[in-house]
């Protein structure tokens, strides 16, 4: 059962009253409560949603072996052609009834939902690099409005007006429109708000438009992932109002919704930040933060010596809080490394790597955000990243002059204090020396390439994300020779709580791209346009089935499970080593391109491998690679990129 623990009124917050006279200004209390006011109710689509579809066993095995087909050998892959041939003719054919059986018992959900929950909040490597991803956000285009105190004002604000309009069910529905002018209208919403909700979707879809599943958003505020031995739980208080602070390894608490429901006024929030960062507080010395960087057990265990010492209370205002806030006293420029060690991990002191949103603002006001994984994916942040950048930018609450109307707000400010013994400083100076040695042990390299993107691509009538996956694949064999797993993230937000697919972008097409262009002193890049253009008709193809719940990966995923469920022997294709290359991701990729987010990255998923993090724009391409030094070669993969995508270029250029 996925651990999810609910609580309305587990704690007593003995905040101090605000007024909640609201300042004179012509504007209405819900013009400031809600960033929307959507026609269509912000769940209208959930319950119509089609469900995740489970793939045929056959299809499933072919597109796996399709996977394996470039990374192996020929005696290796017949090996492993054998097992798949054995497996849809044998075990697999039960494990695909129990698993349908189950599908079928359980319609509120998918198939995946749970056992993925599951894998996260089971794993218990460290949250940070391992699976904390971030977001920066481009500038506000008025710079006097990019201090600390303005930017983390605007940004908070904007976020409870998201909030807000998200709980009052007014946030509008997320929807894909294939064909925006022909749907993205006011007939659209108008059509189908008067539709049921049983129905909407099928609506939706007359537009060829496709609404998305949300059931993800909740996640977003007033939730924390807790450790516990063996599985964590999520922890959710959606009654709480107050916000986390964090500033040198301090912990502040502050109400910014008052007891109406409606959000303290934007003097008094921005007081209130001001306070906290004008505390004279040094850094702590000792600082619990650092505690949520540690292995998951390690930590579960010395989060129960916490409470035991009497620090449940604090622990819960933290854990309930709207998300938290870390605002740090260092500056980061604009140089990318330390914009990136600053908001990916940092070292520790100033942050809660367990709650499900943290906004990170520097000093000289460049903010970012900073997510736990388990409660969700891309599709809900990026999606609250984008509109709360947009509203901040338009709707700017705090100005450089708002100083003059500031107030005395010290009493309505809580500062938490621990209660710590000896055992709980070594805890916390331990994890201190173990973080500091893990964060140093990561490197990074940044490409930026600008002689093409999205717009030759098009008129190249190639999708832009194959060539950007092609251009990995061509650099990674230029370093190595070799062809290895590879990883891209493709979500299924399509289908009711659906959460991502795996596709394989390292294909029998990309083979032979790359072996063709490095075969040759003087390669034919007509040939070579050719190639790429079936590189990119295999990639759109393979994108296609994998957002339509298509893909190989989750199902095998949900097969085994059911195996291990049982009890019975694990099935052969499991135990291939073949199985386990494939899911070694040496070459880990994804990307959440949008022209808010100013740079996005996170850490190599094994040890061998890098991570990339990649935007594609109109005139340029951009990738973050994270590696663990000595262990792979982040600037030789930079350096061979900047090769593979001069080839692509010039066959790009080919008529």
């Known amino acids: 059962m996925l651990r999810i623990l609910l609580r309305q009124n587990s704690v007593n917050y003995n905040f101090p009253k605000y007024s909640t006279t609201r300042w004179k ?55 492993t052609e054998k097992l798949v041939q054995s497996f849809i003719s044998g075990e697999g054919i039960q494990l695909q009834k129990e698993l349908k059986d189950h599908d079928s018992k359980n319609k509120h959900t998918s198939y995946i939902s749970e056992p993925w929950f599951d894998m996260y909040l089971r794993d218990r490597v460290p949250l940070p690099i391992n699976y904390n991803p971030l977001l920066v956000f481009v500038d506000d285009p008025k710079e006097e409005f990019n201090t600390q105190l303005v930017r983390t004002s605007n940004l908070l604000i904007s976020s409870l007006r998201f909030l807000k309009s998200l709980q009052k069910g007014i946030l509008e529905p997320e929807v894909f ?6 749907s993205d209208t006011n007939l659209f919403r108008t059509v189908t708000k008067l539709l049921p909700s049983s129905v909407s979707w099928y609506g939706a879809y007359m537009f060829n438009a496709f609404p998305l599943d949300m059931s993800q958003y909740e996640g977003l505020f007033n939730a924390t992932r807790i450790p516990k031995k063996g599985k964590d739980l999520i922890f959710r208080n959606p009654s709480a109002r107050h916000v986390l602070v964090m500033r040198n390894g301090h912990f502040f608490t502050f109400n910014v919704i008052d007891s109406n429901g409606h959000i303290m006024e934007p003097e008094y929030i921005s007081s209130c930040i001001k306070h906290i960062l004008e505390d004279p507080s040094a850094e702590n010395q000792c600082p619990i933060g650092v505690l949520t960087t540690e292995n998951r057990d390690v930590w579960a265990e010395a989060r129960d010596h916490l409470e ?14 709207i998300f938290c806030i ?58 609250y990243f984008q509109d709360i950048h947009k509203d901040s930018t338009s709707h700017r609450w705090i100005h450089p002059e708002s100083e003059k109307s500031f107030k005395d707000v010290a009493k309505h400010i809580s500062k938490l204090e621990f209660k710590l013994d000896e055992k709980a400083k070594n805890d916390v100076l331990k994890a201190k020396e173990k973080y500091n040695s893990f964060t140093n042990s990561l490197g ?66 990309t083979k032979e791209f790359c072996e063709s262009l490095r075969g040759s002193h003087q390669p034919d890049f007509q040939i070579l346009r050719s190639m790429l253009s079936n590189c990119s008709k295999v990639h759109s193809n393979l994108s ?64 061998d491998g890098l991570g990339i993090g990649y935007s594609i724009y109109d005139n340029r391409l951009g990738a973050v690679v994270s590696y663990y030094k000595g262990s792979a070669d982040g600037n030789g993969f930079k350096d061979c990129l900047e090769e593979a995508f001069r080839d692509i270029h010039k066959a790009l250029l080919v008529k």
């Open 544 to 607: 296609r089935e994998a957002a339509m719940g298509q893909g190989f990966d989750r199902h095998l995923f949900g097969l085994r499970k059911v195996a291990e469920r049982k009890g019975s022997a694990l099935p052969e294709i499991f135990k291939d080593p073949a199985y386990a290359t494939l899911n070694h991701n040496i070459v880990s990729t994804s990307t959440l391109s949008s022209d808010v987010v100013a740079l996005g990255g996170f850490g190599p998923v094994v040890k």
């Open 444 to 509: 990074f390299s940044f490409f930026e390439f600008h002689g093409f993107g999205k717009t030759l691509c098009k008129a190249a009538q190639v999708s832009p994300d194959s060539i950007m996956q092609l251009g990995f694949q061509l650099a990674y064999n230029k370093l190595s020779g070799k062809y290895v797993g590879t990883y891209e993230s493709c979500s299924t937000a399509a289908f009711k709580h659906g959460r991502t697919e795996t596709m394989r972008p390292c294909t029998m097409a």
């Open 25 to 79: 200004s012509s504007t209405s209390l819900d013009d400031y409560d809600y960033w929307q006011r959507s026609k269509v109710p912000t769940m209208h689509f959930q319950k119509s949603l089609p469900r995740l579809p489970i793939p045929e066993l056959k299809k499933t095995s072919e597109r796996y072996l399709n996977a394996q087909r470039p990374i192996q050998n020929d005696a290796n892959f017949r090996q």
């Open 177 to 182: 429109h294939l064909n925006p002018s022909k």
């Open 308 to 321: 035991r010492l009497g620090n449940k209370e604090v622990l819960e205002l933290i854990d309930s809080s």
């Open 326 to 383: 870390c605002l740090d006293d260092k500056t980061v420029g604009d140089n990318p490394e330390v914009i990136t060690r600053s908001f990916l991990h940092a070292d520790g002191v100033n942050r809660w790597f367990d709650k499900s949103l943290s906004l990170l603002v520097s000093k000289d006001g460049k903010a970012a955000v900073n997510f736990e994984h388990s409660w969700g994916d891309g599709v809900a942040v990026l999606r």
